[in-house]
């Protein structure tokens, strides 16, 4: 949960500032691009890099192919945890980038540019002046990814990691013991409402 929250907070910010504050060749089309993953459920992404980084999908292939060189195994193992934060990270910056760049766009838009006028550097009005008014739109966009973590099931199943949800669905259908399911599903919805609060 805290590798993702800093995973999208540092993808979905910096996106977010990059194509609201500079215009370069592409932009408009990025702007939206960059909200497609959120069209992904965070399972079906785990599953597309699994299979385009292991020894027979596409990368490792054409990686011999090139070179004629044998690797064994999948040229990255990501069916861990830091593997998991990834796939997460990817599937759920959208949340923050979205609410972040309509903050950098909208809100703070005036303010940066009298920072501007009074000789702020780009660098120094994103870290004094537009981050900081942009606050609530990346904590609500952080608690956004954090519950979809917090819910998810595929991707942890998928990938063998034990979680809240892995362990209810565990505790109901393995053991049969739907009273622990309960305890461990209120225990999940309370952290959920530490993390909105």
Known sequence: LAGVALMTFIIGVGMAWLVSAYDFPGRKEL???LILPLA???Y???YAYVGLLEYTGPLHTFIR???GIQINGPLVDIMNTPGAIFVFSMSLFPYVYV???TSFISR???VQEAAYLLGSTPLQTFFRVALPLARPAIAGGITLASMEVLNDYGTVKYF???SFTTGIF???FSFGDLNTAIRLAAILTRMVMLLIG
């Open 31 to 33: 702007e939206w691009l």
């Open 40 to 42: 992904f459920p965070s």
């Open 44 to 46: 079906m992404m785990a």
């Open 65 to 67: 192919e090139l070179t």
């Open 99 to 101: 609410v972040c760049r």
């Open 108 to 110: 703070s838009r005036e």
């Open 160 to 162: 063998g990691l034990d």
């Open 170 to 172: 565990r505790a109901w």
